[in-house]
């Protein structure tokens, strides 16, 4: 194994257990059969992809596969997938979902899109850290199919937040008011590993309330490309960005609660 990232301390636990640590990802590659990137958003996949003489580009050969966990546009993921078709390398889009639990615990969920065959290969791989594994297209799929699981959580947190300040306004104890409908059909996995956080009014990291802007952004602009409207999406964003502009972007999601709280006047 080959590890790289910009803050080499970062990989200091994979080095210190036997992996080779390469300067630029084009080293990484040209050391590797097969490439897994996982970075924040399109623009980071570009440079790591694309940089002059640093980038993936100038190190792959021929009969690679590039797996990119990343969650970014669907559009530039075809692109990707283009170019690298035309150099005979393969490429799967995985992004992935699970929180910070999935990836300790190696049981995220992956949406995979690209080729059946470039999928067969890259599924032992994608194994070690995901429980469900799915491949939902070509390439793009598997990113358009981030972007469906990023609004449905939107709602989902903002309904959790928004429920739990109901019971505890209306004079129920939210804690046992989450434990009752979670055997119901308001189970979610927001509702069983967020609604701790929301009630206590603490949002130790998870998954950072920007980078699921981030995503929301992706999605809201997928659906207007696509005709499709998204009034909830577009609504839990304007209060991420609130939220965001009051300092709490690095917070974990279930900061949402914030809003609620506050304007419910739940101290």
């Given at each position: 194994m080959t590890v790289q990232n910009p803050t080499a301390s970062r990989t200091k636990t994979l080095v210190d257990q036997g992996a080779n640590f390469a300067e630029c990802p084009a080293d990484a590659a040209a050391a590797a059969d097969i490439v897994l990137i996982c970075v924040s958003d399109t623009p980071d996949v570009r440079s790591i992809l694309?940089?002059?003489?640093?980038?993936?580009?100038a190190g792959v050969s021929k009969g690679s596969l590039i797996i990119d966990c990343s969650t970014s546009s669907p559009e530039a993921t075809r692109e990707?997938?283009?170019?690298?078709?035309?150099?005979?390398?393969?490429f799967v889009d995985a992004p992935v979902s699970g929180g910070s639990e999935g990836a300790i615990y190696g049981t995220l969920a992956i949406m995979c899109g690209g080729s059946q065959g470039d999928f067969a290969r890259a599924y032992p791989v994608l194994a070690v850290i995901g429980g469900a594994i799915t491949h939902v297209?070509?390439?793009?799929a598997g990113q358009i199919t981030k972007a469906v699981n990023q609004v449905i959580i939107a709602g989902t947190y903002q309904s959790v937040a928004e429920g739990l300040a109901l019971a505890r306004k209306a004079g129920a104890d939210p804690a046992l008011v989450a434990k009752a409908i979670g055997g119901g059909a308001a189970a979610s996995w927001?509702?069983?590993?967020?609604?701790?956080?929301?009630?206590?009014?603490?949002?130790?990291?998870?998954?950072?309330?920007?980078l699921h802007r981030k995503d929301l952004a992706i999605a809201i602009d997928t659906a207007t490309s696509a005709g499709v409207s998204m009034p909830l999406a577009t609504m839990v964003a304007t209060f991420e960005d609130g939220l965001?502009?009051?300092?709490?972007?690095?917070?974990?999601?279930?900061?949402?609660?914030?809003?609620?709280?506050?304007?419910?006047?739940?101290?």
């Open positions: 694309m940089e002059e003489q640093r980038g993936v580009a990707f997938a283009a170019f690298f078709a035309a150099r005979d390398v393969g297209g070509e390439s793009g927001v509702l069983e590993n967020r609604a701790d956080n929301m009630i206590k009014g603490t949002y130790p990291l998870g998954f950072r309330m920007r965001i502009g009051d300092g709490y972007g690095d917070e974990d999601m279930s900061a949402l609660a914030r809003k609620v709280r506050r304007e419910s006047e739940w101290s």
